[in-house]
């Protein structure tokens, strides 16, 4: 991969790392990661050797970063992103890298990158798969006869709020936090630009609209239903969907959970199946295109987009970027005060853009100061909980 270092960094603001006992970042390295571990040892019935691969995974999180074994994946590039933070406390690197290299650790002690037996089986897959069945998105699917017959743009608005909050609760967060289904009625948007979205769509329509994806399952669903949407109402005329090349994050959406995903829509008939007809059809003649470029699993901010990419996404009328990973590397993972402006932040970024996420991270910007204010005040937990959400657009 070729990557970008001409753009300008970003303004200065101090990384997000993970060693404040109790922050967010902290909880996600020491707390939820070694449960992640136990749930995939649960789900998938690993041999001895990838038991022991794992379990020495486990003892690192108390300890310092490991190399990569020998032979990983990628492994000449993975040691240049690696060679500042070897040896250190998992808590004192940046918490972006931080996952991001632990997640690589976790596919490779799968045998997910090797050439035995589990190559290639992906470790997440069961609790991807268990989504699909789940009331929510039976319920979701049930509500899309609705949403198909609505007038054009209350459809459209109504399929982007599903896959704004098809974000908000995503594997691990409900790994760490088991209430987290509840909060599926708590919708609170801290800010909302979305007018200017269907302005720009309405420009440029019917335009070519780039979807850098986020989670499979219910979210994947729901971006699905949003980029069918696009296509019939001719916002879009082409819409690129960028999924992950392999395994990342727990429910990052790779081309299988997009099978996957399409499969469950097929057997909803009715809406749901015409949904899946069309989106089958618009993939063979083209206009669906699925792309999976390696740079969406690095621990890199998109100022370091390669160039091949990034020449693909400046064409696009829009950039539709969904959720809380993909908007820390947009805005970069840091402790920025959160009235400092979305749009100079993103304005390295090649295309017009809206960003999609529930709030998980402690990452903010884009906040009016009366709104923060009033927020700091009554929801205290408003940056991690997934109670709230932003569309930020920037032309
Ligand atoms: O699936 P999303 O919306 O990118 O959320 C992933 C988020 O989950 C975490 O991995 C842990 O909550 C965050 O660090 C990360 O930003």
Redesign the pocket.
Known sequence: MTINHDQNPLPAAAPIVSNVPGS??WG?LTR?HPDLIATVRRLVPYPPAIQESLDQLLMTIDGTIPPLPAGSHDLATWQEWAAPYLGRSWVDVP?LWA?SYFYCLLLEATGYFGSGPWAGIDPFAPQKNAELNTPDLARDLRDLDRLVAAPDQASLSAALAASLWG?RA?L??RI?DPGAQGKDQVDDLVADDSAELWRLLDAGAPGRVHLIA??AGR?LAADLVLIDRLLVTERAAIVALHLKPHPY????ATTADLLQVLRRLEEARDTASGIAARLTAAIGDGRLQVHAHSFWCSPLTFQKLPTDLATELAEATVVII???????RLVGDAHWDPTTSFQDLTSYFPAPLAAL??L??DVAVGVGPDRLAHLESNAPGWR?DGTHAVIHVRS
Request: glycine share 6%.
């Open positions: 967010f970042a996600v939820r918490f996952e974000n995503d691990g967060f760490s986020d989670n979210e994050y727990v429910s990052d969904k959720g809380d990973l993909n908007y820390r996420r529930t998980k991270s991690t």
